[in-house]
């Protein structure tokens, strides 16, 4: 017997075609004698719709298209698991519904309802969790949604029930090195009670969430059995040995099968990037993107990653010097445009910045030049990119990183103006070594703008280490206040002189308003400046 995974890129709010991609895979599951079909969470609908699920006509669509898919389905021999938003009467449910020759044979409502990071399902759905097991070919199936395997209530219940084979439908975001988290969870509440397991989870950008795919088997001992593809769609096939008892003591057991091997950081990250910028652009109708190249690391890195995600046909590069603009700039930018092939085109801001600074002589009159002239030259590099972007429909990819982000190292109306932040969840150290794997793939960043000490070019002879503490430290810092919530006296205790400590984090408390005002960007650690960052602007808190 076999049961398998589709591992699927769905829209929200894209009803036709999540329902039209659901039958694809259907179809496919068939052609290989696939008994049993599970799909992600909430598959029919994309996930997470948000705000979209306070409104009655998400759940009519909703119903709509279950009702055609139903017919659409009614002639395979199938047994297909279906994430789907439900609502009864004024209560609304995080469901999995099993359809069978046209029917809806059994409805399961998730039990565990995440509030943490970015998941905030306790705003939209009432918990049920009462157990859903289903036969199919001789065998009991229990079903549960995500977050009910990280806790071992769900699986025990199913197993009460009967269940000898637990599906999950998955909506797991990417983060650094989830993968192992969400294997080991399982092992913990499901393969603890001498389960095999399947699960399907999502593949695809969702605004700053990717879905990276990977869905995954573990046999009844807890043996990665399968794992899908990562961060691409896939249909995930195992076999299901039923009779005979297995090692584990198990009667139904998984069969090993196709293992898709796990990536190192560098090119997980790098491939999210891809896909996240790939499918913002993609599901949002963008026609092409441009960014603002500076001859800098950010900019090289994010320039990379656009050209791979959609072309270098849809990828536009514009420099634009300044006075202090240093030479190596100019000659490195032009040689990656040039290996990558895209359109570059120069606009200096000297005659810009000139007439903004002699409208302001009167009233700067006795003032000595300062922040304000740097982010004039930044906002009005922000203005011309702005105007290309209305101009041609193109979207401004922005290039700043996490560590910049932290602590308000960028300009609110300059570097800071676009529609999407590719590295905004990037430390500037990781930032560097995704540059550095990126050439090992195939050498498109000149290695003089990895080697080169980080300047802003704002003003003349300036690095990023005049008014920064080195990166390595604020990165240490950042993470271990930001990230993993320690206190001061906690960081101090690692190693990093108090000093530094104690003005990173009033950096990246006073820096509150502005990462307000950034543009989403996509998300890769398990904490982001975002939807994981919620902390007042207005506070007098202080460590």
Known sequence: MRIAAAQLNQIVGDFDGNARRILEAARAAVSQSVSVLVTPELSLSGYPPEDLLLRPAFYEKASATLEALLADTADLALHLVVGVPVRHGRKRYNAALVLHRGRVIGEYRKLELPNYDVFDEQRYFLPDGAPLVFEAGGVRFGVVICEDFWFERAPRQARGAGAQVLLALNGSPFHMDKQSKRVDVARDNVSALGLPMIAANLVGGQDELVFDGLSFALDARGELAAQGAFCEPDLLVVELAVGA?????SVVDLQTGKVAPVVSIEEQVYRVLVLGVRDYLGKNGFPSAVIGLSGGIDSALTLAIAVDALGADRVRAVMMPSPYTADISWIDSRDMVARLGVRYDELPINTCFEAFRSTLADEFRGRAEDTTEENLQARI???LLMALSNKYGSIVLTTGNKSEMAVGYCTL??????????IKDLAKTLVYRLASWRNTVKPVIPERII??????????????????PPYDTLDAIMQMYMEQNHGIDEIVAAGHPREAVERVVRLIRISEYKR??????IRVTHRAFGRD????ITSRFRD
């Not at 008892?245 to 003591?249: L, P």
């Not at 109306?413 to 590719?422: E, K, L, N, P, R």
């Not at 080697?451 to 920064?468: K, N, V």
């Open 245 to 249: 008892q297995s090692v584990s003591g």
């Open 381 to 383: 590099r922000g203005t």
């Open 413 to 422: 109306y300059g570097d800071m103006a676009g529609g999407f932040a590719v």
């Open 451 to 468: 080697t080169r000490a980080p300047s802003a070019e704002l003003r003349p002879g300036q690095t990023d280490q005049d008014s920064l």
């Open 516 to 521: 307000r005002q950034a543009p989403v960007g």
């Open 533 to 536: 960052w919620r902390m007042p």
